[in-house]
Structures are given as structure tokens and as C-alpha cells.
């Protein structure tokens, strides 16, 4: 299996900037899609961003198209979600997650078989 281990959560102003990784290992020989994900107190977990690990496709949910950027270091086994221009409403536990099967698009929600334990992001002034 593949253990996912989140980092780079915190407190940032309106406007501002942070980078997340999401550091891949394990003994699954493959994985295809990493995910990343957030959850709001009170609100139903929902898709962010999404990377193919081998055709380096992605997705960008539309509330943060233009201001998240996911990316891969195939090398590090590393996934990167950089976050520009956060607002208030950013403000969740973020997730990466993995996906150990070939079909999925980075569009399609499900299908994602290991988790991460979430890191915070809060967006305040």
C-alpha cells in the first residue's frame, strides 16, 4: 500500500500564498492520479486539484482555476499544490490522495485509494 503524508498548512492573509506537498511512499508498484482535496468545517469534502502521473494532465476545480497550481516531481515522489491569491474561503483541511488504478480521468472524483491525514489551511486576517 501507499502512505501519503501532507505538509505546508498554516496561517496565511487574504491574498497571500502557500505551498503544500504531498510526499508519496510505499510498496504499491503504481500510481496514476494524485489528488488533492479539502474540507471545510461543516461542508462536504470537495475536489480540488488533480495531477496524472504519467501524462501530466490536471484539473482545477473552477473556485481556484487561475490561482492553484499542481505539480509533480516524479523524482521525490512529490506532489505540490501552490496556492496564490487565498481568500477566507480556502480555509479547510487539505488532503492529497492516490490513485492505484490506470482509468480514471483527473476529472472524475472517485476512485482514489490512499489518503493523507490533511494538513490546515486557514486564510484570516
Known amino acids: 500500500q501507499l502512505q501519503l503524508v501532507e505538509s505546508g498548512g498554516g496561517l496565511v492573509q487574504p491574498g497571500g500564498s502557500l505551498r503544500l506537498s504531498c510526499v508519496v511512499s510505499?510498496?504499491?508498484?503504481?500510481?496514476?492520479?494524485i489528488g488533492w482535496f479539502r474540507q471545510a468545517p461543516g461542508k462536504e469534502r470537495e475536489g480540488v486539484s488533480c495531477?496524472?502521473?504519467?501524462?501530466?494532465?490536471?484539473y482545477y476545480t473552477d473556485s481556484v482555476k487561475g490561482r492553484f497550481t499542481v505539480s509533480l516531481d516524479n523524482t521525490k515522489n512529490t506532489v505540490y499544490l501552490h496556492m496564490n491569491s487565498l481568500r477566507p474561503e480556502d480555509t479547510a483541511v487539505y488532503y492529497c490522495?492516490?490513485?492505484?488504478?490506470?482509468?480514471?480521468?483527473?476529472?472524475?472524483?472517485?476512485?482514489?485509494?490512499?489518503w493523507g491525514q490533511g494538513t490546515q489551511v486557514t486564510v484570516s486576517s
Open positions: 490522495a492516490a490513485d492505484k488504478d490506470y482509468g480514471f480521468s483527473c476529472s472524475e472524483l472517485r476512485g482514489y485509494d490512499y
Open positions: 495531477i496524472r502521473t504519467v501524462s501530466g494532465a490536471t
Open positions: 510505499g510498496t504499491a508498484p503504481n500510481y496514476y492520479r
